[in-house]
C-alpha cells in the first residue's frame, strides 16, 4: 500500500469535530458551490458530491435542502475559502482550512490560537511545500470488479493509489484531477458516497508523549473555531 493509505489509515484513529460542526462546514460548502455553478445538482457536479458527503455524514434531507436554498437566496453570506500555514511546538508544520465571511476575524483567532499555543503563524507557502493537495473519492464497489485493471485504466486519468476501506472503493489523486476522475466516475456508472479534499504531509516527524500532548492543544483550539473547516499536520498520530 502506499502514502495515502497509511497517511489514512493513522487519521481513521484520531477524528475530530461533533456532528453538529460537520453539518456546519458541508452547510458552508454547498453555499460555496452553489454561489459557483447554480443550485441544480444535475449541472453542478461539485454541489453534487456534496450531497452524497451530507447522506454519508447522516445530514438530515431537509437540511440539505435548507442549504441550497439558503444559499441561492441574497441573504446567503459570501463565504471565501482561506489556507493559513504555520508552525506548532516542537517544529510541526500545519495547514488550517477555512470557510469564512470574515477573514479579519478569521486570521486574528487562528493568529491567537497559535501564540497561545507557542506556536507561530507563518506567512503564505511557508509550509504548503510540504504537503502534497489530494482528492479523494469513496465509491460502492462493483461486483467482480478487478482493482489493478481498475487502476490502470485511471492512471490516464491521474489515479494515484486505489484500495478498499470498509467495503467502499477509495481512490486517490492530484488535487487537480477531481473534476476528471469524478466525470470517468459517473459516465462508467460508479455510485459515489463522498469525495474530500486532503492534505499529505511528505515526511512525518515523531513526538514523544508530552511533545504531542502541546501540539494536541492548538489541534483542539483549531478545529473548535466555527470557520475552520480542516486542520493537517505533519505528526506522527
Given at each position: 500500500m502506499g502514502r495515502a493509505f497509511e497517511y489514512r489509515k493513522a487519521r481513521k484513529l484520531k477524528r475530530w469535530g461533533t456532528m453538529a460542526k460537520t453539518f456546519t462546514k458541508i452547510g458552508k460548502e454547498i453555499a460555496i458551490a452553489v454561489k459557483a455553478a447554480g443550485p441544480n445538482p444535475e449541472s453542478n457536479a461539485r454541489l453534487r458530491v456534496?450531497?452524497?458527503?451530507?447522506?454519508?455524514?447522516?445530514?438530515?434531507?431537509?437540511?440539505?435542502?435548507?442549504?441550497?436554498?439558503k444559499a441561492s437566496s441574497k441573504d446567503q453570506k459570501d463565504y471565501k475559502e482561506i489556507t493559513y500555514e504555520g508552525y506548532a511546538p516542537h517544529g510541526i508544520a500545519i495547514m488550517?482550512?477555512?470557510?469564512?465571511?470574515?477573514?479579519?476575524?478569521?486570521?486574528a483567532n487562528?493568529?491567537?490560537?497559535?501564540?497561545?499555543c507557542n506556536g507561530a503563524l507563518g506567512t503564505t507557502s511557508s509550509v504548503e511545500f510540504m504537503f502534497e493537495h489530494?482528492?479523494?473519492?469513496?465509491?460502492?464497489?462493483?461486483?467482480?470488479?478487478?482493482?489493478e485493471?481498475?487502476?490502470?485504466e485511471m492512471i490516464d486519468y491521474g489515479v494515484e493509489e486505489i484500495f478498499e476501506e470498509d467495503e467502499l472503493l477509495v481512490i486517490y489523486a492530484p488535487f487537480?484531477?477531481?473534476?476528471?476522475?469524478?466525470?470517468?466516475?459517473?459516465?462508467?456508472?460508479?455510485?459515489?458516497?463522498?469525495?474530500?479534499?486532503?492534505?499529505?504531509?511528505?515526511?512525518?516527524?515523531e513526538?514523544?508523549?508530552?511533545?504531542?500532548?502541546?501540539?494536541?492543544?492548538?489541534?483542539e483550539k483549531l478545529e473548535e473555531d466555527e470557520d475552520?473547516?480542516?486542520v493537517f499536520h505533519n505528526m506522527k498520530e
Amino acid at each position: 500500500m502506499g502514502r495515502a493509505f497509511e497517511y489514512r489509515k493513522a487519521r481513521k484513529l484520531k477524528r475530530w469535530g461533533t456532528m453538529a460542526k460537520t453539518f456546519t462546514k458541508i452547510g458552508k460548502e454547498i453555499a460555496i458551490a452553489v454561489k459557483a455553478a447554480g443550485p441544480n445538482p444535475e449541472s453542478n457536479a461539485r454541489l453534487r458530491v456534496l450531497i452524497q458527503n451530507a447522506r454519508a455524514a447522516n445530514m438530515p434531507k431537509d437540511n440539505v435542502e435548507r442549504a441550497i436554498k439558503k444559499a441561492s437566496s441574497k441573504d446567503q453570506k459570501d463565504y471565501k475559502e482561506i489556507t493559513y500555514e504555520g508552525y506548532a511546538p516542537h517544529g510541526i508544520a500545519i495547514m488550517v482550512e477555512s470557510a469564512t465571511d470574515n477573514n479579519t476575524r478569521t486570521v486574528a483567532n487562528v493568529r491567537s490560537y497559535f501564540n497561545k499555543c507557542n506556536g507561530a503563524l507563518g506567512t503564505t507557502s511557508s509550509v504548503e511545500f510540504m504537503f502534497e493537495h489530494k482528492c479523494h473519492f469513496k465509491v460502492v464497489m462493483k461486483d467482480g470488479l478487478d482493482l489493478e485493471e481498475l487502476e490502470l485504466e485511471m492512471i490516464d486519468y491521474g489515479v494515484e493509489e486505489i484500495f478498499e476501506e470498509d467495503e467502499l472503493l477509495v481512490i486517490y489523486a492530484p488535487f487537480e484531477s477531481y473534476g476528471n476522475i469524478q466525470k470517468f466516475l459517473e459516465e462508467n456508472g460508479f455510485e459515489i458516497k463522498g469525495a474530500e479534499f486532503e492534505r499529505i504531509p511528505t515526511d512525518i516527524k515523531e513526538l514523544t508523549e508530552d511533545q504531542k500532548a502541546d501540539v494536541d492543544k492548538l489541534l483542539e483550539k483549531l478545529e473548535e473555531d466555527e470557520d475552520v473547516t480542516n486542520v493537517f499536520h505533519n505528526m506522527k498520530e
